[in-house]
């Protein structure tokens, strides 16, 4: 024999406080017709007044994420089962935005009549923006190494470029015809060595990773340039 409901209904208000999420139950409209008290702390709105605002549903969700949501009363719907969604939501009072995941399943009577939803909310906001710092962080980081192996590169070629004109520059006088273009090639690779080292020079401080190489490559290398 099934408790009465009104017995769950206040067993899940002494539960409530320990669990770090919102229980709901939804009518057709979407005014809640049971929420727990977390609610008021992610939406800005107490429970009382959830139950007679069937537009602040619409308000809270991020406007990015309606049509999601939507579909997935939909799906609801269609499929009766449990359906899982993660989207962002607004705080009413203060616009701040979290992340949520929310897992939601239609309730019907014996004759087929939609009677609304129930369902819970979790905030995942911490566990997201952990996960895009950490995703931030590993992209920074491999840039930061993939820039140091360029400039270094790219610092060789102009390092060639320079000595070259160098030494072309002084096989001529003043007067020939090259000079001029060869002086220019001369002083615009000598700027962009020094805009290379402006790049290298952030990354100086931190400490190098020893590895193994080949001092005879080293050595062929260096003669080439």
């Keep these: 024999q099934r408790p009465p409901a009104d017995s769950v209904l206040s067993l899940v208000h002494q539960l409530a406080e320990f669990w770090p999420g919102v229980v709901f139950r939804q009518r ?4 809640f017709e049971f929420v727990t008290p977390p609610v008021e702390a992610l939406t800005g709105v107490s429970p009382p007044d959830w139950q007679n605002a069937p537009s602040r549903f619409w308000e809270m969700v991020h406007e990015l994420d309606a049509d999601r949501v939507q579909g997935q009363f ?4 269609r499929t009766g089962l449990t359906e899982t969604l993660a989207y962002r939501v607004c705080h009413l009072q203060n616009g701040r935005v979290s992340h949520i995941l929310e897992r939601r399943r239609a309730r019907w009577d014996g004759h087929g ?8 909310w979790l905030d995942q906001t911490r566990q997201i923006t952990a996960e895009q710092r950490l995703a931030s962080a590993g992209w ?4 930061a190494v993939l820039t140091m192996g360029l400039a270094h590169d790219f610092n060789n070629i102009l390092a060639v470029i320079c000595s070259l004109s160098d030494t072309c520059l002084g096989q001529i006088d003043a007067q020939h015809s090259f000079h001029k273009g060869l002086s220019v090639i001369h002083q615009k690779a000598w700027q962009a060595s ?7 020079s952030v990354q100086r401080e931190k400490t190098g990773a020893r590895s193994y190489q080949d001092l005879d490559e080293i050595v062929r290398d260096t003669l080439e340039l």
């Design 140 to 143: 920074k980081e491999s840039l």
């Design 113 to 120: 009549q939609l009677l609304g939803y129930d369902g819970l």
């Design 194 to 200: 020094q805009l290379v080292n402006r790049i290298v």
């Design 28 to 31: 057709p409209d979407l005014t």
């Design 74 to 77: 939909d799906r609801c719907v």
